[in-house]
């Protein structure tokens, strides 16, 4: 009976233009329920503040789940190095991550569709006016490690020294103290830190965007095939600038077509 619903919801799925296989079916859903990675700890695509969960991979999830018509349910973490370890070990089936942070998992992704500002956090009284001023000599950057800023600065960063914390309180803390001197993450989460507290602002120019995807373990061949057509009808529909103007989230665009 189960082989037989599932021929039934494939069937109707590509009757109605969507092609969708039996394999990517039970790839995007092997347990019965699409279970969808989100990290708590990136408020560019997730935001539980109002007690519900919303914002642009929540949208997205939600869509996938209409245009599939399997079921879903959201698999949380705090941290994003559980997350991948965990979509590696087939405990969730689909994750909302930076495309930096799939290729150093080796994760099957689909195009980029949003990408996001990346810039600085300083005090107010801060001599810098720019994303150039930093990377000097002397200059010490604190992030959060292991998230995509890390990975990128970690390699690009020539003079300036970089300091890693676990959480975004701990690099307030240090810039507060004055042992950093600039905090590096993207710039909605930089913003809502200089909004709570008037000791800080945001550096007005970026030193790098970062391309969001979404990613199954490499091995689900056919359900990266089919998220990847997914994504590029939502880019061209104009749901993913539809969803990024619902959450609200600042430095944040469409990305471009895949070629």
Do not use: W
């Not at 942070?101 to 600085?120: C, F, H, K, N, Q």
């Not at 909004?195 to 490499?218: K, N």
């Amino acid at each position: 009976m189960k082989a037989l619903a599932l021929i039934g919801l494939c069937a109707a799925l590509q009757a109605s233009g969507a092609d969708l296989s039996p394999d990517a079916v039970h790839e995007l859903a092997p347990s019965g329920t699409m279970r969808v990675a989100v990290a708590y700890g990136s408020p560019v695509l997730v935001n539980r503040g109002s007690g519900q969960l919303r914002g642009v991979a929540v949208d997205i999830a939600h869509e996938l789940q209409r245009q599939t018509g399997l079921r879903l349910e959201f698999v949380r973490y705090d941290r994003t190095p559980k997350l991948l370890a965990e979509l590696q070990s087939d405990a969730c089936d689909i994750a909302f991550v930076s495309l930096e942070v799939a290729r150093a998992a080796r994760m099957a992704t689909t195009p980029s569709y949003m990408e996001i500002d990346l810039t600085y956090l300083v005090p107010s009284r801060s001599r810098f006016q720019s994303v150039a001023d930093i990377d000097s000599p002397g200059v010490r950057v604190v992030v959060q490690e292991h998230n995509t800023t890390d990975l990128f600065l970690s390699t690009r960063l020539m003079q300036a020294v970089l300091f890693r914390v676990s959480d975004e309180p701990g690099a307030l803390r240090l810039l507060k103290a004055g042992a950093a001197e600039a905090y590096a993450s993207n710039r909605e989460q930089l913003f809502t830190a200089a909004e709570s507290d008037s000791g800080y602002r945001v550096l007005p120019d970026r030193f790098s965007t970062i391309s969001h995807v979404v990613a199954v373990p490499s091995r689900r061949l056919a359900a990266a095939a089919y998220l990847r057509a997914f994504m590029e009808e939502l880019k061209a529909s104009g749901f993913v600038e539809r969803a990024i103007r619902n959450s609200g989230v600042r430095g944040a665009a469409v990305a471009p077509p895949a070629h």
